[in-house]
């Protein structure tokens, strides 16, 4: 039985200040990798390793219809499980091989984006590894909130001595040492139920990364991340958004609002049953009218009634239905991104990615509504991923995989030195069961 070897938890590689490109060449991880994102609509697990070339390859793809899950937060127990088990068993068939550890997406527990100035004196040293965990580590000390946990740490550039903007000062020699920090955390009650779960699947939580952080991981280029620019991931229960600039990851934000509302708007509007609004939306939705949808018109089963109960609908009033929930849901990213004072950050332009992006419009309306420059994004062709797995839909899981290949180079969290708060509320439950069973 092969199981992906787990990361020393003092593990440290370079400080995050210049990211590794997730289309390069892979180094420092070895193994089977494990990647699981778990959304309101399906369960996605990838199983890949990186070769003796550096290339990352996927081995097999498993995926099935969520259960359990609502906006991203396990609201039961047993149908998550039961859908989780099934998603890693089908990949773990595949690959004929066994995993126990998985990197996971964050949507749930209402994630906040914060940022700290963290300084340290160094009494004319030089900067090591050591002096670099022990700034996170107080950074992470300083953010800690009751009924909160961190689940990334990460620096966006040093000051030494004054002087700002310094990407890597391991080796400089200085008086102080200064770090500026983003921090992103969640719910401790929402995080103890999402590791609970996985406990019952007799697997565990390698390392929590961000969703919208993943699929930015997955389809953003070198020139985006350091320009700025604004990752939207149009999922199933959640529009989470991302904001990247001077190379690193400076927001995060996630949005109760996704596809399946558009879906449940569907199915109101129509009186439709859920399965046959999702159809509609995916056949025949789009956020742009032409004369001819009046003309059209499309079949629609009424719900409760027999199977010979059909309406006909101009495509239109499908139109009228789901251009109003997207628009809207353009207006929130809109208005949090100004809440958040990241005009200048997050750039002028938006990639889109998510199942919800592909809609016919969906970018012009974007473009239209955020007033910026907006793509749809994709996830890199990565050796082994088939051609059913490398749309939109896919950004996340695929994004999950490029951080555990990389272990986290691109904007990790660095392991931290010594007390830095309590441990973790993920931690202490698997030791907990480990304990007890």
Known sequence: ????????????????????????????????????????????CLIGRVESDGVLRVLS??????????AGSVVDLDQAEQAIRAAVAQAEEQADLQVRELVVNLSCGQPES????????????????NELRRIVAEGRARA??????????????????????????????????????HVVDASVGTLRNLAACFARCDLEIESLVAAPFASGLATL?????????????????????????DGHLQHTDVI???????????????????????????????????????RELLPVPL???????????????????????????????????????LGRAAGRRVVLTGGASQLIGVRELAAHVLDKQVRLGRPPVLRGLPDSAAGPAF??????????ATEGQIARDLAPVGHAGPPGPIRRLFTWLRERL
């Open 303 to 341: 719900v409760g009634e027999d199977d010979h109960a059909i309406a006909k609908v101009p495509r239109s009033m499908l139109v009228g239905i789901i251009r109003p929930r997207l628009e809207e849901t353009f207006e929130l990213v809109r208005a949090r991104l100004e809440d958040a004072g």
């Open 114 to 129: 914060r940022h700290f100035n963290v300084q340290m004196p160094m009494h004319g040293n030089a900067v090591g590894d």
């Open 256 to 294: 109760p609002v996704g596809g399946q509302h558009v879906t449940n708007d569907v199915a109101r509007g129509l009186s439709t049953t859920i399965a046959h609004a999702e159809r509609m939306k995916t056949l025949h939705g789009s956020t742009g009218a032409v004369p001819e949808d009046d």
């Open 61 to 70: 793809v498993g995926y099935q219809r969520s259960r359990g899950v609502r």
């Open 395 to 404: 950004a996340g899981p695929v994004g999950l995989m490029i951080w555990a």
């Open 1 to 44: 039985m092969n199981e992906v070897p787990r990361r020393p938890l003092g593990g440290f590689d370079a400080a995050p200040a210049q990211p590794a490109t997730p289309r390069g060449r892979y180094r420092g991880r070895s193994g089977p990798i494990c990647a699981l994102d778990v959304g309101s609509t399906k369960i996605t």
């Open 144 to 181: 800690y909130a009751e009924g909160r946990e961190v689940v990334h740490a990460i620096p966006l550039g040093y000051t030494v001595d004054g002087t700002p903007g310094v990407r890597d000062p391991r080796s400089m020699v200085c008086e102080t040492l200064a770090a500026r920090l």
């Open 221 to 245: 280029v070198d020139d985006e991340r350091e320009l700025g620019v604004t990752v939207v991931d149009m999922g199933g229960g959640t529009t989470s958004l991302a904001v990247f600039a």
